[in-house]
Every structure is written in structure tokens, then in C-alpha cells.
């Protein structure tokens, strides 16, 4: 009876390791309607900020072109996109998200259009420690159709890598204290903020957008 179990469980095992694997592993993109619609320029539209920050939307929206146009897009100039805007009298991203599509495609010419939506953007106190959280979304929207052609999201922290040291508990709540002078003093949201954007918007990862046509790699996928 015993060699019996044994047997079952050898059996078993590989099987319960591999159901979670399989349910870790994110599910492959399906780029269809993107590879159709073959994007070439983007126009990225003022993020809709939903964090507390009211600096949040123009620290990520300073930082998108890079990405995207590394990925291999030529980007609409965002200043130039905002100066539009306003000159319309449009300075709220939630009632810009909100234009039709084929609107926007007639106004900038542009192929798809980039809509970021910010989650976390700034510090965050705890008892022992103060870190600095940017998080954010997008959609890419084929703006003739209406499409979307990709989703994702991103984060960056202070934090990564660990903050380890010594001093024991008074040392990690001085140091905490001083941290969160320092992140509320001064803009340490920005660079942070560049990170994630970064890893929002570059070709080539997981599930991430596709090479553009202006990057030597947009033939090989």
C-alpha cells in the first residue's frame, strides 16, 4: 500500500509542478490586429493621471517619446500635440481620451494613438521605510478604425534591489524619516517615472509592443 502511494505521488508531482508553472506564465499576446494595422506614427495623447500628484502626467508624458521611438515609431512631438490641445481648448486628458478616434487621425495625421492611463506616482510612508511607486497602463488604438491593437502596464520602485543596512530598528525609522523628506522635498518621482515608461513602452519584452518599421528588427517578427 505504501509503495502503492509513492508510486501515485511520483506520478503526481510532475503534474502539479507543471499546472503551476503553466498558470504563472502570462498568455501570449495576440498581436493579429496590430501586425494588420502596421502602425508606423504615434500620437501620444496627455496621460490621464489617476494618482494624487498633480505633476504626475507631465513627469511620464516628458518621458514616452524615447521609448517608442528606440522601438522604431516616429512619435508625434508632445509639445506640440499639447499646444494643439489647448490652443482647442482641450487641457483635460479625460476629455481628451474621450474624442473620437477618427478625430484625432484627422487633426494629427497620425496612424495610432498611445492613451496612458498613471495609477501610482509617488511616495509611500510605511513604518520602517519610504518608497518612492510609479505604476501605468496603455492602450495602443488604431485611430481610422477604433481598434485597439495592444495593452499593457508597467511599474518602477525606489526600491528594487532591496534597501537592506544596519542600525538595527532605530536606524531603519531615522533612515525612513529621512527619505520621506527627501521624496516629498524634492521631485524623486521623475526619474522613476522614466523607468517605468521604459518598460511600458519598449520593443522586444514579454507581451510588450512591436518593433516598429523604422528598427532594423521590425522584419523579424
Excluded at 138 to 165: F, H, I, M, P, Y
Aim: charged share 15%; with cysteine.
Amino acid at each position: 500500500m505504501i509503495k502503492r502511494l509513492l508510486k501515485l505521488a511520483a506520478c503526481v508531482a510532475p503534474m502539479v509542478l507543471a499546472v503551476g508553472c503553466a498558470s504563472n506564465k502570462p498568455a501570449a499576446y495576440d498581436y493579429t490586429a496590430f501586425k494588420a494595422a502596421k502602425p508606423r506614427s504615434i500620437l501620444v495623447l496627455p496621460p490621464l493621471n489617476n494618482s494624487p500628484e498633480v505633476n504626475a502626467g507631465n513627469s511620464v508624458y516628458a518621458q514616452v517619446t524615447y521609448p517608442l521611438a528606440e522601438a522604431g515609431y516616429y512619435v508625434l512631438p508632445v509639445a506640440l500635440v499639447g499646444e494643439t490641445f489647448k490652443q482647442n481648448g482641450m487641457t483635460v486628458a479625460a476629455d481628451i481620451h474621450a474624442l473620437p478616434p477618427a478625430k484625432l487621425q484627422e487633426i494629427f495625421g497620425a496612424d495610432a494613438g498611445l492613451y496612458i492611463t498613471i495609477t501610482k506616482y509617488g511616495s509611500t510612508y510605511t513604518v520602517l521605510d519610504s518608497v518612492v511607486v510609479v505604476a501605468a497602463e496603455a492602450r495602443l488604438v488604431d485611430l481610422k478604425s477604433g481598434t485597439v491593437l495592444w495593452t499593457g502596464a508597467a511599474s518602477a520602485s525606489s526600491n528594487e534591489g532591496g534597501n537592506n543596512g544596519g542600525g538595527g530598528l532605530i536606524g531603519a525609522l531615522v533612515a525612513a524619516a529621512v527619505k520621506q523628506v527627501i521624496n516629498s522635498t524634492t521631485d524623486q518621482s521623475h526619474p522613476i517615472a522614466g523607468v517605468a515608461s521604459t518598460r511600458l513602452l519598449s520593443a522586444g519584452y514579454n507581451n510588450g509592443l512591436l518593433y516598429g518599421p523604422r528598427s532594423a528588427k521590425y522584419a523579424t517578427q
